[in-house]
């Protein structure tokens, strides 16, 4: 149901911390009311449901009401949308590997997950961190985040949940596409690696790693073809069939872009892959309409004409049939609203 029917996911489980950060960046107060007014905003989107499976939250969201006092899970229930929930308490700092981030989370894990199945949830999502640079990643890192993911995993299916598996290798940095390549392959074989050892069922889980990508600062920047394909071929290479899907997350490109890359992975591979080849964003989806709100309540409306808009554009990416025309209708829609509240 996650990666059916040509839907994706959206990614609204931004920490309090992540979440706050993006609020500042437009000057929008930072604190418990903003948020939950943002994140109605979202859930209450019209038609929000005819390109969106799943919701990821954040453990204050998916405690939270709307203004008229029904829970957050409950709008999306009733929206179609499958709520879920990120598990994992932050990428933290690796003890003896500098540059380096091990993600926490495990300890208690069992009971946080049966009060998330208990509160509605249905899945969940677990996100290690990969950077690139001098002499990292290390294989301590690699393997460290893999065995986590794996655990972690292995308790979401125990509970009935189904674990979103993220190992994001970072865009950040100079470095090449292939090096991004190379590094990716290895990661996800530990991932899997680990999956195996830890018993996790494969046709239970949904994978949803980084595209392949040049760093943000290299000099050569590769087209959306090249891109499409280099990703396909490290997934080929590395993720076993078994999975049913592969939704990925947008690591900071634009939407349009993200939308772009997912097209052309799709228009060229899609009828030759054994998983979905689908969407997890947060930023790729999100950005447009926080932009738009600026925690406004006059702007609501149009904010969430731009999230829709940008989830309909990855539902046609993940059919092939995305195409730049569908963002300059888009824009003259936006530019008039916004002029006119
Ligand atoms: P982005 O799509 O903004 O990378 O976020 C996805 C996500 O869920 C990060 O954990």
Redesign the pocket.
Known sequence: MMVANGKGLL?M?ESNPTCNKRFAQWGIPQNEETRRAYRELIVTTPGLGQSISGA?LYDETIRQKKKDGTLIVKSLIDAQIIPGIKVDTGAKDMAGHAGEKVTEGLDGLRDRLAEYFQMGARFA?W?AVIALGDGIPSRGCIEANANALARYAALCQEAGLVPVI?PEVLMDGAHTMERCCEVTEEVLRTVFNELYSQRVMLEGLILKPNMVLPGLTCARQETVDEVAEATVKCLLRAVPAAVPGIAF????QSGELASARLNAMNVRFKSQLPWALAF?????IQQPALEIWHGKQANVSSAQQALQHRAQCNRAARRGEYNAAMEMDNREIALYDVSSV
């Open positions: 990614a489980d990821i999502k996100r993220e997350l947008s690591g900071g997890s964003f947060a930023r790729a």
